[in-house]
């Protein structure tokens, strides 16, 4: 059914009260209604403190707020793994790190089952567009040409390894079954990209048998370095900059924050006005009702809380991610909206998208469901938690080559408690309900005996139920 002709059939249902009443079921949407579409939308090393919609006095956003106002904004949401590539490699696998990519530029295993194997077997049209970094290439990335057995199954994939440079963007890949060579990007690589995905909804716009399709956008920004185009550098003055509590007050770590973070911002924006390019294309094309969009970051960036920069530190700026789904048009559907509170994580990514769409968990997949916080009508998805929610989320650093000299865990707690530790030893704990700034550790205090023990007792819950092997320390 095209897209006017689902607009027509929502119109009529809303209009006669029978969205309620037509036949639903958990799984399988139904009869009648074409099958969701999705798209992610995936920034890089952007903090989750960095949207005005979640408060940054800074942040020029007005397309993600949108999204946060008309969808489900997840402000709890977490990287499991703060760096790149493992990140990455669980979005697509819904797989604990330590079952899939264990560190920086180590390869995703081609033969696991990820979230693109499910799409492809039930119809869909699957496509990747930007950065992967996921092939484990360690020497000259910009120009390394992924071999197609290693571009995750995609139907079209149009990429690049890695590459920190905005504006010297080059990409190769796929499209069906011809090869593209590989070329350099016109301009700014968030602009570029994006241009390929509209190009591709465009193209799936004309589609006779109106395929549903799973489609992704990486892009490199915000992270470093911190460059953007002239139009949305020129709105950020670095000593108009708002700094978290928690950057140090030197004269020095001010101005470089102040200064670092005017182009992030800066990047920040001009990744929301491409956002805003998706949304009107879909509106356009009559696509936007039946097409669920998740935007999300693989980590954040400290940009000098406690004096520090980058990511790979488990500290709020490192570890919080935006997590937003949105699209479509809530009153056709009663698709729920508003903020939630689950402390969502990466693992969770894939087996929620699949929900959105109906589409069965493979049991490979780890995490939690989470797309009944989206459906409040079991339209396509389930409407109630299928299980008990996690109350907490597991995170995992196994390299120390990347921002940190030793591995760690930590746990977050959905009532806003951190614990982390080095292996056989405590290092921090924080209660983020009253030092949301992470001011205070409280991690050797005797007065806080109980609720370490507590924490102490959930990190090894969750060590053993992931079946990793770090060693928590116990408590004298």
């Given amino acids: 059914m095209k897209s006017k002709a689902y607009r027509d059939f929502l119109s009529q249902c809303y209009q006669e009260n029978q969205c309620q009443q037509n036949e639903r079921c958990g799984q399988i949407p139904p009869a009648g209604r074409p099958r969701q579409n999705v798209i992610w939308l995936i920034s890089d090393q952007q903090r989750a403190q960095s949207l005005s919609g979640n408060g940054d ?63 492809n077997e039930h119809g869909y049209d699957t496509a990747y567009f930007g ?16 071999p197609r057995e290693r571009r995750g199954r995609f139907g079209t994939w149009i990429g690049y390894e890695n590459n920190n440079c905005q504006w010297n963007t080059w990409v190769h890949g796929h499209k069906k079954e011809a090869e593209v060579e590989q070329y350099q990007l016109k301009g700014y690589e968030t602009n570029a990209l994006t241009d390929l995905l509209l190009d591709y909804l465009k193209e799936r716009a004309k589609d006779p048998d109106d395929t549903p399709f799973f489609a992704v956008l990486s892009v490199q920004p915000p992270h470093e370095p911190y460059v953007a185009p002239p139009e949305f550098l020129g709105h950020f003055q670095w000593n108009d900059i708002i700094l978290r509590p928690n950057v140090p007050c030197t004269e020095a770590d ?37 097409t669920q969009i998740m935007f999300f970051s693989d980590h954040g960036d400290m940009m000098g809380s406690h004096g520090l920069y980058g990511k790979v530190v488990p500290y709020e ?15 056709f559907f009663g698709y729920r909206t508003g903020p939630s509170d689950v402390v969502f994580n990466d693992v969770d990514i894939a087996p929620t998208t699949l929900g959105l769409c109906g589409l069965p968990v493979p049991d490979s997949m780890e995490g939690y469901d989470y797309s009944y916080y989206r459906y409040g009508d079991g339209s396509h998805g389930p409407a109630v938690p299928q299980s008990e929610e996690p109350q907490s989320a597991y995170i995992q650093v196994m390299d120390a080559r990347e921002g940190c000299d030793q591995v760690w865990r930590a746990v977050v707690t959905r009532d806003r408690w951190k614990y982390v530790c080095f292996q056989n030893a405590e290092w921090l704990l924080f209660d983020l309900n009253t030092d949301p700034y992470e001011q ?27 079946g990793d092997t770090f060693r928590v320390p116990e408590l004298p």
């Fill in 57 to 119: 006095p800074n942040a020029r956003t007005p397309n993600l707020d949108v999204m946060c106002r008309m969808g489900v904004n997840f402000r709890q949401a977490v990287s499991g793994y703060p760096l790149c590539c493992p990140f990455r490699g669980t979005m697509l696998t819904g797989r604990y790190h330590n079952k899939c990519v264990v560190g920086h530029e180590y390869q995703l295993p081609p033969e696991q089952r990820t979230i693109t194997d499910v799409f």
């Fill in 131 to 146: 950065k992967w970094h996921l092939d484990g290439c360690r020497r000259n990335p910009i120009m390394h040409v992924v």
């Fill in 254 to 290: 001010q101005r470089k924050a102040k200064t670092e973070l005017a182009r992030y911002y800066a990047m920040i924006e001009n990744l929301d006005w491409n956002v805003g390019r998706v949304l009107e294309t879909l509106r356009e094309l009559d696509l936007d009702l039946n």
């Fill in 317 to 331: 700026e490192s570890i919080r991610v935006p997590m937003i789904i949105s699209g479509g048009v809530a009153e």
């Fill in 440 to 466: 205070k550790n409280l991690a050797h205090s005797f007065a806080h005996r109980k609720k370490r023990e507590e924490l102490n007792g959930l990190l090894k819950s969750w060590v053993e139920k992931t």
